[in-house]
């Protein structure tokens, strides 16, 4: 069965500090992509990045970075000098490769705050 | 471009109202999913359609629950006397791809139901 676990729930840390929000995920499939998304407090589920399973290079956009181990399947992520406007609930998905549109598995969600 | 909207964003309802809710995907997208959140969950699926066609039906809870998109584009979900346990932010997201789960889903803002 597919799962996603992030098991941060609530993650505090000043201004300026490094922070590394940790998913671990499950498939039985070889063929598979995963996501995280930011949720503001406004609600809205903004998209941050997608890998997909055979491409393991880690990907960095500006303060963000992301580290894909297969081995120890975990798709962790990191924020570089946080801010203030950093401060959201962050979460993993994970999806199939199938003919059914692959519908997004979430982790329970990880909430940030930066506090100044 | 615009994004995916969903109307209303608030809906109060008594016990047992019948309620519908609206989404209206990016333009030229083919699929369209239905998840449910409960307050601090992650999202859970329901519903995914490619164009018109209601493909997997998996998550939706009850048979309470029901969802179309008639012509492919706009979609609403119904819930029908609804109960307490319903209460949730309903999300709908779009994709551009039409089955194989490659790309990327963008959300909309979620309408929030409370029942009373």
């Known amino acids: 069965a597919q799962k996603v676990t992030q098991a941060q729930t609530e993650i505090s840390v000043v201004e300026k500090e490094d922070v590394t929000l940790d998913c671990v995920y499950e498939?039985?499939?070889?063929?598979?992509?995963l996501f995280w998304y930011k949720q503001p407090p406004s609600g809205e589920l903004v998209f941050l990045i997608r890998?997909?399973?055979?491409?393991?290079q880690n990907e960095i956009s500006g303060r963000y970075s992301w580290n894909f181990q297969k081995s120890t399947s975990s798709f962790n992520f990191t924020i570089t000098a946080s801010q203030v406007v950093d401060s959201a609930v962050y979460f993993c998905?994970?999806?199939?490769?199938?003919?059914?549109?692959?519908?997004?598995?979430f982790g329970q969600g990880t909430e940030l705050s930066v506090k100044p | 471009g615009a994004g995916v909207s969903q109307s209303p964003r608030y809906k109060v309802a008594k016990r047992g109202q019948d309620v519908a809710l609206r989404c209206d995907p990016i333009?030229?997208?083919?699929?369209l999913f239905w998840y449910q959140q409960a307050l601090g969950q992650g999202p859970e699926f329901l519903t995914y359609?490619?164009?018109?066609?209601?493909?997997?039906k998996s998550g939706l809870p009850s048979d309470r629950f029901f969802a179309e998109r008639p012509e492919g584009s706009v979609s609403t979900l119904k819930i029908q006397r609804t109960q307490q346990e319903d209460s949730a932010v309903y999300l709908c997201?779009?994709?551009?791809?039409?089955?194989?789960?490659?790309?990327?889903?963008?959300f909309g803002p979620g309408t929030r139901l409370t029942v009373l």
């Open positions: 997201a779009s994709s551009l791809d039409g089955g194989a789960g490659t790309d990327t889903q963008y």
């Open positions: 498939t039985r499939d070889t063929t598979y992509y």
């Open positions: 359609f490619q164009n018109e066609a209601q493909l997997d």
């Open positions: 890998r997909n399973s055979f491409d393991e």
């Open positions: 998905a994970l999806s199939e490769w199938d003919n059914q549109g692959g519908k997004l598995i």
């Open positions: 333009s030229g997208h083919v699929s």
